[in-house]
């Protein structure tokens, strides 16, 4: 395991697209959450979630990491490489666990450095909009921060395990962006509120963003952490679809 380790970190950091992408997925969270905090403004009571405002950035991370994590094995499917990394590290699930380590690594990295910078961005620019108590260190507001970095690891793991099973890039960032974004625009046709209500604690990313939250919880359809439990389970069914195909089907 060590060496598919290492040998995952190599490509990783040696290969420009993967170092471009999570300094993207910071950048990117970074930004959007800033700009959403510049654009919003509060009256007195108007009851705006703070803490989500500054995390709106995670709608546009999500699809960076999501590219991240599909090149990692795409990329590998496309130049024909994935017959050499075999070749060094038989033992196949041995190799999806190495590339779902460093992927996850690198994701955790942009993520703490993302939203904490969105974070921050958040109290610089959220007063001046008339928001006038921005707490940074209650449980709500440290538990969607947390949620939140591990929200974009488990987006990643979801899309590394698409990736596994349909071997091809292109198909598997449509794949995943169409989870991402067209499934919850989809959610907004169902009629019954009730059923939409259910859908909605089934759906990866609607679930998983109940975890960003910290005012009108009680209103969700979804707890926070049973959310992103959620969207952990959505990754892992991939990861072993993923691992079942990868372990049975040739390079």
């Given at each position: 395991m060590r060496a598919a380790l290492h040998a995952e970190w190599t490509k990783l950091r040696t290969v420009s697209a993967p170092a471009w992408l999570v300094l993207a997925a910071a950048a990117a969270t970074v930004a959007l959450g800033a700009l959403a905090s510049r654009a919003v403004?509060?009256?007195p009571g108007c009851g705006l979630d703070a803490t989500k405002i500054s995390l709106t950035g995670l709608q546009l991370g999500q699809a960076v990491v999501a590219v991240l994590a599909v090149l990692a094995v795409g990329d590998e499917y496309r130049t024909g490489m994935i017959r050499t990394t075999l070749t060094a590290v038989p033992a196949r699930s041995t190799l999806l666990a190495?590339?779902?380590a460093?992927?996850?690594g690198a994701v955790l990295a942009a993520g703490v450095v993302g939203v904490g910078?969105?974070?921050v961005a958040g109290r610089l620019i959220l007063p001046g909009q008339g928001f006038a108590h921005l707490p940074a260190t209650d449980g709500a507001t440290l538990r969607a921060a947390v949620g939140s970095v591990l929200y974009l690891v488990l987006i990643a793991l979801l899309s590394l395990g698409v990736a596994t099973l349909v071997r091809d890039a292109a198909t598997a960032v449509g794949a995943v962006l169409g989870l991402l974004y067209l499934l919850p625009i989809l959610l907004m046709v169902v009629?019954?509120?009730d059923w939409q209500r259910r859908l909605r604690r089934l759906t990866p990313t609607e679930a998983g963003q109940a975890i960003s939250h910290t005012v009108g919880v009680d209103t969700l359809?979804?707890?926070p952490?049973?959310?992103l439990g959620v969207l952990a389970?959505?990754?892992l069914a991939a990861l072993l679809a993923g691992a079942a195909l990868l372990h049975h089907r040739d390079a």
């Open positions: 403004t509060c009256e190495a590339k779902a460093v992927v996850a910078g969105a974070m009629s019954d509120p359809p979804i707890g952490w049973s959310g389970l959505w990754a």
